[in-house]
Nanobody, 122 residues
Framework: VQLQASGGGLVEAGGSLRLSCAAS????????MGWYRQAPGKERELVAS?????????NYADSVKGRFTISRDAGENTVYLQMNSLKPEDSAVYYC???????????????WGQGTQVTVSS
């Protein structure tokens, strides 16, 4: 499974960006998709996730609730992160993550995208 992320960039505080991550390759069952971020000197943290095998339930970091929205295009195996009302503290490298099972009964394997830089200026 390969992940290709796009959509990062430089934006002023209060602006919006939309990240995309497309999964390709030998895909059998995607269990969950999500976005993480890592700022300089900090640990990677979960931003938002969508659990596909549990009714498409979503989960957000407290810091982004009400501002970010995760969604998925099942037909394209693509996950999106709509980021509104961006703040300078949202600046980080954003990584997409996919948990994928290669066959029935197998546990999921985590795959990571290459990361896309988001910079929010004050």
């Amino acid at each position: 499974v390969q992940l290709q992320a796009s959509g990062g960039g430089l934006v002023e505080a209060g602006g919006s960006l939309r990240l995309s991550c497309a999964a390709s390759g030998s895909i059998f069952r995607i269990n969950a998709m999500g976005w993480y971020r890592q700022a300089p000197g900090k640990e990677r943290e979960l931003v938002a996730s969508i659990n596909i095998i549990s009714g498409h339930t979503t989960n957000y970091a407290d810091s982004v609730k009400g501002r970010f929205t995760i969604s998925r295009d099942a037909g394209e195996n693509t996950v999106y992160l709509q980021m509104n009302s961006l703040k300078p503290e949202d600046s980080a490298v954003y990584y997409c993550n996919v948990n994928h099972s290669p066959n029935w009964g197998s546990t999921g394997i985590n795959y990571w995208g290459q990361g896309t830089q988001v910079t929010v200026s004050s």
